[in-house]
């Protein structure tokens, strides 16, 4: 959001009275003593206005107010952001914020008005019928009246004859006043350009002198912080509740970098890391000329290395570190530290990491292949002697049997008759054939099995051979 108000703006202008005009009640009654110094001298219940010709924002108002009689103790205060009444008349539309100051608690037609100050936006028409219940009452009742503040008590009010130091800040994004140096509201909200001028109600001989004003500008980054590369948008104007003020003739940016730009709502990227002071020149109506400042900061991205792509066995485990210690981290893992330790990998595997660390984010990949471990194969003997004496008794495989799976085998005899069959790599033949031992001679075998884990992987084999039987 943007300032409320930069002490190194200049240009402090004296309004000319001369200009203003009166508005809302036809009945006003604004003597002009001299270009800065003028008088109501109105004693109507009605509310009167008197008003510049300018729609301002992002302005600092001073000036002197005083009641110069002890009779009556009614209205005075300031509009800003005024826009009606456009001309003066009894039932009129309203649509400006209000400033007004109560001397002492009283009422009138049943509405009470209590000594103080109030903050009101009015925005509505209101019927000469209404005006007690909308400007001397406190009614709330948005749009028409929508009393933003209110500071009341015991010696609040004004006194007569006793001049007081009227301020007003009035921006894009605050209202600011002030009596006598001390601050009656600090009211935050969006507002608009307006003009801005005097009122009073049922209050004659107010004072109001020597009036001045300073338009100034300011302007805010967004982001304030960001990465090397990446957009800031520059406003010197909240977009969101007001424009470019009328007093601004033309803006020159220095972006800190050696870059410059004219116009009115720049983006500018920055190529290197560091912090940068930014700077606005303000060229104003009446030749008058602002320079105001903001830093901004941009951050490098950070280097992340989880290293190069690599092979490694299958069922074999890896650490990883993505660095950058005190960073925010996010594995493809779902893991939120800095360095990850990966298990018995099993299969080709990719793993990213994104690493964030002062607003800028980077990312790496490692492709991690696997390298199976070979598998085991069977073998078979040629022959085999079921004598009983404990060795070559079965004919059955040869080999590391426990990654074996899906195994099959079978045994024929040389008429192609079926003697042996198996499912399982652990059970050999013994000869025996419908219970009778086969005779001596060459048999055929067939073989198939799959071999190998998750580790190795599976590889399936088939066996067509030969063996002899010996007795």
Not at 401 to 409: A, G, K
Not at 433 to 449: A, D, F, H, Q, R
Request: with cysteine; aromatic share 16%.
């Amino acid at each position: 959001m943007l300032a409320t108000y930069t002490s190194a703006q200049e240009c402090d202008t004296l309004f000319d009275f001369n200009t203003w005009h009166m508005k809302g009640n036809p009945n006003g009654d604004w003597h002009i003593l001299d270009e800065n110094n003028i008088i109501n001298e109105s004693y109507i219940f009605e509310p009167t206005f008197f008003v510049n010709n300018q729609n301002l924002i992002n302005v600092n108002i001073k000036g002197t107010i005083s009641v110069e009689t002890g009779q009556d103790t009614d209205f005075i205060g300031f509009v800003f952001g005024y826009n009606e009444p456009s001309e003066t008349g009894t039932d009129n539309p309203y649509n400006f914020f209000l400033f007004d100051w109560k001397a002492e608690t009283a009422f009138f037609s049943g509405y009470r008005a209590t000594e103080g100050f109030r903050l009101s936006h009015y925005n509505g028409t209101i019927l000469e019928t209404q005006l007690g219940q909308f400007f001397w009452g406190d009614s709330d009742a948005p749009p028409k009246r929508n009393l933003l503040d209110t500071k009341y008590g015991n010696n609040l009010g004004w006194q007569p004859h006793e001049k007081y130091e009227f301020e007003l800040s009035y921006t894009a994004n605050k209202i600011l006043i002030k009596i006598n140096g001390e601050v009656i509201f600090n009211y935050e909200g969006c507002f608009a350009p307006g003009k801005i001028g005097f009122y009073c109600m049922s209050q004659t001989l107010t004072h109001f002198e020597n009036f001045s004003f300073n338009s100034f500008i300011d302007f805010y980054a967004s982001p304030q912080s960001t990465c090397r590369g990446e957009e800031i948008f520059f406003f010197p104007y909240d977009p969101q509740c007001s424009s470019l003020p009328d007093f601004v003739d033309s803006l020159n940016w220095n972006f800190g970098d050696s870059q410059t730009s004219n116009e009115i709502l720049p983006k500018h990227k920055y190529d290197l890391a560091g912090d940068y002071k930014v700077q606005l020149i303000v060229y104003k109506q009446g030749n008058c000329i602002d320079t105001v400042y903001e830093n901004v900061t941009i951050y490098d991205f950070p280097t992340v290395n989880i290293g190069n792509d690599t092979t490694i066995d299958a069922c074999s485990s890896i650490s990883l570190d993505a660095q950058n210690e005190g960073a925010e981290y996010l594995w493809s893992t779902g893991s939120f530290e800095q360095t990850i330790d990966l298990y018995d990998i099993k299969s080709d595997t990719m793993v990213f990491v994104n690493v964030t660390k002062d607003y800028c984010t980077a990312s790496d990949t490692i492709n991690i292949k696997t390298n199976y471990l070979p598998v085991s194969e069977l073998y078979f003997p040629t022959a085999f002697s079921p004598n009983g004496d404990g060795l070559n008794d079965k004919f059955q495989s040869v080999g590391i049997t426990d990654d074996i799976s899906e195994f099959n085998m079978q045994i024929f005899n040389r008429w192609g008759q079926m003697v042996f069959t198996s499912n399982s790599v652990f059970e050999g033949w013994d000869s025996y054939y419908n219970g009778e031992p086969s005779p001596t001679g060459v048999y055929i075998y067939k073989l198939n099995y799959l071999s190998g884990n998750s580790c190795s992987g599976f590889s399936p084999f088939s066996h067509n051979g030969t063996f002899t039987l010996i007795r």
